[in-house]
């Protein structure tokens, strides 16, 4: 398959836009993701899938804890930060300790899961990696940020 052709017709999926924290002894760290998803509920588990590339994965694996920060629609310049070559991420960026873990949760953020690591496998040019739940819950009453099309977007109002 013509990569592409495979990748503009996967833009047509929209996804929600994630970024993963962790504590670090040298300071946090975190990465943006479009790939997030639940897996199950009995246990509670949730799975996203960093590219094997990624600089910041390996010290959240490290730790074998991280924090699901899930992003508002007002928060498309975090979600670029997290995504790009910067040198840190979290300057000035407001953020408190997750309950168990200890990753930060992003100010603004519409929700946040904190998890231990449960299983990493190799996925291509990609790894799953699935997390289970020990804690989550509700922030910002806002919509959620979307990423279709390749970039970053608003949902309709609803009709009716």
């Known amino acids: 398959m013509n990569r592409h052709t495979y990748r503009h017709v996967l833009g047509h999926f929209a996804t929600g836009v994630v970024i993963v924290t962790a504590a670090t002894a ?30 910041s994965w390996p010290s959240i ?17 975090l979600a670029r930060r ?9 300057a000035g960026v407001g953020w408190r300790p997750s309950p168990v873990s200890g990753a930060p949760v992003l100010d603004g953020v519409i929700a946040w899961i904190d998890c231990m690591l449960e299983s990493v496998h190799p996925a291509g040019d990609h790894v799953f990696v699935t997390g289970r739940v020990s804690a989550s819950g509700l922030g910002a009453d806002n919509d959620p940020l979307v990423f279709a099309h ?3 977007r608003r949902l309709a109002p609803p009709t009716g």
Request: hydrophobic share 45%.
């Open 150 to 152: 390749g970039r970053y």
């Open 26 to 55: 040298p300071g946090p760290v975190g990465l943006s993701i479009n790939s997030f998803t639940a897996v199950s509920l009995e246990p509670p588990l949730v799975g996203f899938f960093p590219a094997v590339t990624s600089r």
């Open 82 to 90: 997290f995504a790009g070559a910067v040198a840190d991420r979290f």
């Open 61 to 77: 694996e490290q730790v074998g804890a991280f924090c699901v920060n899930v992003l508002a629609v007002d928060q498309e310049a």
